[in-house]
Nanobody
C-alpha cells in the first residue's frame, strides 16, 4: 500500500504562484514515477506533469514553461511549482503513482485562481 497526501492548495489571484506538495509513505520502494493530475467538474482528468525516480520530468503542453515538477527522494515528497497562474488552472490537484500494477491517489488539494 502507498499513501499519498497533498498539501499547498489555496485561493490565489491571477499571475500569482503556488507550490503543491505530495508526501508519499508506505510501500514506496520500486516506484518508477509519480504524477500530478488535475480535475474540474465536467472535464476529463488531465495529466499535468510526471517525474521519474531518476528525476526526468514531463509536462502537459498546457502548462509547459509555467509549472515545474520536482522531488526530494530523501523526504519522499514530490512538488509542483506553479507560476503565472490563470483561472484555467483552477482545479483539484491530485498526485498519483503506480506500484506493482496498482494505482494510488491522494485525496487532492483545491487550487482556485480568481480575482
Amino acid at each position: 500500500q502507498v499513501q499519498l497526501v497533498e498539501s499547498g492548495g489555496g485561493l490565489v489571484q491571477p499571475g500569482e504562484s503556488l507550490r503543491l506538495s505530495c508526501a508519499a509513505s508506505g510501500s514506496i520502494l520500486g516506484i518508477y514515477a509519480m504524477s500530478w493530475y488535475r480535475q474540474t467538474p465536467g472535464k476529463q482528468r488531465e495529466l499535468v506533469a510526471r517525474i521519474t525516480s531518476g528525476g526526468d520530468p514531463n509536462y502537459a503542453d498546457s502548462v509547459k514553461g509555467r509549472i515545474t515538477i520536482s522531488s526530494n527522494n530523501a523526504k519522499n515528497t514530490m512538488y509542483l511549482q506553479m507560476n503565472s497562474l490563470t483561472p484555467d488552472d483552477t482545479a483539484v490537484y491530485c498526485c498519483n503513482t503506480i506500484r506493482t500494477g496498482a494505482q494510488y491517489w491522494g485525496q487532492g488539494t483545491q487550487v482556485t485562481v480568481s480575482s
